[in-house]
């Protein structure tokens, strides 16, 4: 069974501001093996199933020249291009768009890169989720840190300079309070259960270093 992990990229993509996985609409075509050419078959399958544009999928002016032929392989003519460095129209698919894609062709090819595309779903939430919970474990203790800080110069700690560190924090790696990420990205609720891995290990690291800071005094 082919290991598609160095072949088909998982890669994550900004989409309406929020990061997800995405994987390359040319590569998926190439090894899933179906015969007729790129732009033929991508289009079809997007007025077939009603993909939507900008939601689940993206179209992309890529500088790498994809399969656009039947024979699965570039043509001259789109090598030749790429050898002088134009650009190449290229689909990117969200991860659950392609696993959609991988289901419909429903042949071996199809049902390893499946299974595949599940995988990397599946690596990326326990790495989010370890990142989550480190969040979360420094939370309180950053809360407990600026108590006796505030506490050693005489100063009572209220329900705002609780908000005021967090949202220091959320500014240095979001570029924004929480309050202005739920407004943008309308959502209610803690703002860390929507942040990608990258994000939680940075907030994760600030908390750490700002407890150091405090006990420190």
Not at 55 to 74: A, M, R, Y
Not at 134 to 148: G, K, W
Request: proline fraction near 1%.
């Amino acid at each position: 069974m082919t290991n598609f992990n160095n072949l088909l990229l998982v890669k994550e993509t900004k989409i309406k501001g929020k990061l997800q996985q995405t994987v390359s609409a040319k590569a998926l075509h190439f090894y899933l093996k179906v015969g007729n050419d790129f732009f033929t078959w991508i289009k079809a399958r997007i007025e077939e199933y009603g993909l939507i544009k900008d939601s689940d999928f993206f179209i992309f002016d890529s500088l790498e020249c994809g399969n656009q032929n039947k024979n699965n392989k570039p043509s001259i003519k789109c090598m030749a291009n790429q050898e002088v460095g134009s650009k190449s129209i290229d689909y990117i698919l969200t991860i659950g768009t392609a696993k959609e894609l991988a289901i419909i062709e429903n042949n071996e090819h199809a049902r390893a890169i499946r299974n595949y595309l599940i995988s990397c779903e599946q690596k990326k939430e326990v790495k989010r989720s370890k990142a989550r919970n480190e969040v979360a474990s420094y939370s309180r203790p950053m809360c407990d840190a600026l108590t006796v800080h505030r506490l050693s110069l005489g100063k009572e700690t209220k329900p705002h300079n609780y908000t005021n560190e967090f949202n220091m924090i959320n500014s240095i790696v979001l570029g924004m309070t929480a309050k202005a990420f739920r407004k943008i990205h309308d959502i209610t609720g803690d703002i860390r259960n929507h942040l990608n891995e990258q994000q939680l290990s940075h907030i994760a690291y600030l908390e750490r270093s700002n407890i150091t800071l405090l006990e420190l005094g």
